[in-house]
């Protein structure tokens, strides 16, 4: 390896002109550069706008601020976090001297309302040190990435998504990176939001590979994004426009999503959909989003040449464990309540107490986490890899059954619980929140390796991919083990929901 300059910073031109980046060990780290305009003020609700040139040398030593979002405690008075200057990505690669290294292009995830790159959890120098070129980019959330305003754009978050595609394609190169050889990868709303994009023709050639990390295909429909909007405004006392919302203060704006998030109660006020665990999502609108992601990736897939052309997906074994258990919201849970949820789910009569009788020795609560944990992400995961293998993708699949002793053991193989390890950041304030001081490094050191073989490869050497005759699935513990697929009888029940239309 070659050893930095001493006293020097990396430096890299690009169109819009230099960026001036730090050395850190044998890596060059690059934060905070804009891939397009800050979308505030007259750009407030347009699509993304290209970045400007600068003038000198634009300081990328730290990181761009996140979009907009409530303060991860909700007070009153509200707070927010963020700022307007946030489409940026960062860049972690090897100083030494190399072309055309394999890329890897995070998104992150946070229920379309909270989150962003910065999260230490998502540090990418572990993954450049695999010898890949690492990337991460912040999109607008909540009101601002993701309502439906009258005579506006949809899915203005998806379309950043698309933007921070886009720069990758053009100016990787810079970096070292190939950008023939894009995996792009995600966790939550971040995998749900790249399987929306895999379902939309814009995508096309922007990404070779792709991780799903507990994909949620849930979108809304127009008239359920609407309603959300509507609650939204409501409880700001404005209303449902883009010229009222933008004239709402930010905190405000932000933390009335975080409520309608936070509160089940609150949700079933305004009307919205039990289905819905966040208020807003990505909306099949007709034109960014054509199509339900399912239907969207059939449709793109139809011509085999299409992209992606490997995949891999899976999801944790208690994935809702995370929203219900740290709160002792599992606790209050009672039957009322999971039947409701199973009514907006499409679960007839039948199933329902079919599915009951899968887990008859399960609370309430319990019976709600395994129903949502299913739904949301588990069978997606499982119906994505079909559809891959199907459509002649490498398709490989995971079941993530590592569980925290946190919350008195009671957190399990929580969602997003995966992360330290897939990152190899355990020891990250995230990471220890997670999984504790006593996580396996081990399974870190196997999950983190294999990651970065799929992104320089397309393969992964652990386990088989599917075919007609070998269909299984990893299960990532201690320690690994590969199993068959076997007959799984909630999978059964949920494929009678997944083939029919959902209740409005």
Same mark, same amino acid.
């Given at each position: 390896?070659?050893?930095?300059?001493?006293?020097?910073?990396?430096?890299?031109?690009?169109?819009?002109?230099?960026?001036?980046?730090?050395?850190?060990?044998?890596?060059?780290?690059?934060?905070?550069?804009?891939?397009?305009?800050?979308?505030?003020?007259?750009?407030?609700?347009?699509?993304?706008?290209?970045?400007?040139?600068?003038?000198?040398?634009?300081?990328?030593?730290?990181?761009?601020?996140? =979009?907009?979002?409530?303060?991860?405690?909700?007070?009153?008075?509200?707070?927010?976090?963020?700022?307007?200057?946030?489409?940026?990505?960062?860049?972690?690669?090897?100083?030494?001297?190399?072309?055309?290294?394999?890329?890897?292009?995070?998104?992150?995830?946070?229920?379309?309302?909270?989150?962003?790159?910065?999260?230490?959890?998502?540090?990418?120098?572990?993954?450049?040190?695999?010898?890949?070129?690492?990337?991460?980019?912040?999109?607008?959330?909540?009101?601002?990435?993701? =309502?439906?305003?009258?005579?506006?754009?949809?899915?203005?978050?998806?379309?950043?998504?698309?933007?921070?595609?886009?720069?990758?394609?053009?100016?990787?190169?810079?970096?070292?990176?190939?950008?023939?050889?894009?995996?792009?990868?995600?966790?939550?709303?971040?995998?749900?939001?790249?399987?929306?994009?895999?379902?939309?023709?814009?995508?096309?050639?922007?990404?070779? $590979?792709?991780?799903?990390?507990?994909?949620?295909?849930?979108?809304?429909?127009?008239?359920?994004?609407?309603?959300?909007?509507?609650?939204?405004?409501?409880?700001?006392?404005?209303?449902?426009?883009?010229?009222?919302?933008?004239?709402?203060?930010?905190?405000?704006?932000?933390?009335?999503?975080? $409520?309608?998030?936070?509160?089940?109660?609150?949700?079933?006020?305004?009307?919205?959909?039990?289905?819905?665990?966040?208020?807003?999502?990505?909306?099949?609108?007709?034109?960014?989003?054509?199509?339900?992601?399912?239907?969207?990736?059939?449709?793109?897939?139809?011509?085999?040449?299409?992209?992606?052309?490997?995949?891999?997906?899976?999801?944790?074994?208690?994935?809702?464990?995370?929203?219900?258990?740290?709160?002792?919201?599992?606790?209050?849970?009672?039957?009322?309540?999971?039947?409701?949820?199973?009514?907006?789910?499409?679960?007839?009569?039948?199933?329902?107490?079919?599915?009951?009788?899968?887990?008859?020795?399960?609370?309430?609560?319990?019976?709600?986490?395994?129903?949502?944990?299913?739904?949301?992400? $588990?069978?997606?995961?499982?119906?994505?890899?079909?559809?891959?293998?199907?459509?002649?993708?490498?398709?490989?699949?995971?079941?993530?059954?590592? $569980?925290?002793?946190?919350?008195?053991?009671?957190?399990?193989?929580?969602?997003?619980?995966?992360?330290?390890?897939?990152?190899?950041?355990?020891?990250?304030?995230?990471?220890? =929140?997670?999984?504790?001081?006593?996580?396996?490094?081990?399974?870190?050191?196997?999950?983190?390796?294999?990651?970065?073989?799929?992104?320089?490869?397309?393969?992964?050497?652990?386990?088989?991919?599917?075919?007609?005759?070998?269909?299984?699935?990893?299960?990532? =513990?201690?320690?690994?083990?590969?199993?068959?697929?076997?007959?799984?009888?909630?999978?059964?029940?949920?494929?009678?929901?997944?083939?029919?239309?959902?209740?409005?």
């Amino acid at each position: 390896m070659n050893k930095p300059p001493s006293g020097q910073r990396p430096q890299v031109a690009l169109a819009q002109g230099l960026c001036g980046g730090v050395y850190e060990g044998d890596l060059s780290v690059y934060r905070g550069i804009p891939y397009a305009e800050p979308p505030f003020g007259a750009r407030r609700f347009m699509p993304p706008e290209a970045a400007k040139p600068w003038q000198g040398v634009l300081d990328a030593s730290s990181f761009g601020p996140v =979009a907009p979002q409530a303060s991860s405690t909700l007070t009153d008075p509200p707070t927010w976090v963020g700022g307007e200057n946030c489409l940026t990505v960062n860049i972690w690669h090897p100083s030494a001297t190399a072309e055309k290294r394999p890329v890897m292009v995070w998104f992150p995830g946070g229920g379309f309302m909270r989150g962003g790159s910065s999260d230490s959890l998502y540090d990418g120098a572990s993954f450049a040190r695999q010898g890949v070129v690492f990337v991460s980019f912040n999109y607008r959330l909540g009101i601002d990435g993701f =309502a439906q305003l009258p005579g506006l754009v949809a899915n203005r978050g998806l379309l950043d998504q698309l933007a921070a595609l886009r720069w990758v394609q053009d100016n990787i190169h810079h970096f070292g990176g190939d950008a023939a050889s894009v995996t792009a990868f995600g966790v939550s709303a971040g995998a749900g939001a790249l399987a929306c994009l895999m379902a939309m023709p814009q995508s096309r050639g922007l990404m070779q $590979r792709a991780i799903l990390q507990s994909p949620s295909v849930s979108v809304q429909t127009p008239a359920e994004n609407e309603l959300a909007v509507r609650a939204i405004a409501s409880c700001l006392g404005v209303d449902p426009t883009a010229k009222a919302l933008a004239s709402a203060p930010l905190a405000q704006l932000v933390t009335e999503v975080a $409520r309608l998030a936070s509160s089940y109660p609150l949700r079933q006020q305004h009307g919205l959909n039990p289905r819905n665990f966040f208020p807003l999502r990505p909306v099949v609108d007709g034109q960014v989003l054509p199509l339900p992601p399912l239907e969207g990736i059939a449709r793109e897939w139809a011509d085999s040449q299409g992209t992606p052309q490997e995949v891999l997906v899976g999801a944790n074994a208690d994935e809702m464990n995370f929203y219900l258990v740290p709160n002792q919201e599992i606790d209050t849970v009672d039957m009322a309540r999971v039947e409701v949820f199973a009514q907006a789910c499409g679960l007839g009569a039948d199933e329902f107490t079919a599915y009951r009788q899968l887990h008859a020795n399960a609370t309430p609560g319990e019976l709600l986490s395994r129903m949502q944990s299913d739904f949301y992400y $588990r069978v997606p995961a499982t119906l994505l890899a079909e559809l891959a293998q199907a459509k002649g993708k490498s398709v490989r699949l995971y079941d993530f059954q590592w $569980r925290s002793p946190q919350c008195d053991g009671c957190m399990g193989a929580a969602h997003a619980m995966e992360l330290p390890f897939v990152f190899n950041t355990l020891a990250s304030p995230n990471g220890l =929140a997670f999984a504790g001081p006593g996580a396996p490094q081990a399974l870190a050191d196997q999950l983190h390796p294999w990651w970065a073989e799929f992104a320089r490869t397309g393969q992964c050497s652990a386990w088989p991919a599917w075919s007609a005759h070998q269909q299984g699935r990893m299960c990532l =513990a201690m320690p690994t083990d590969w199993q068959a697929e076997h007959a799984d009888p909630a999978l059964a029940i949920w494929r009678k929901v997944f083939g029919r239309p959902l209740p409005s």
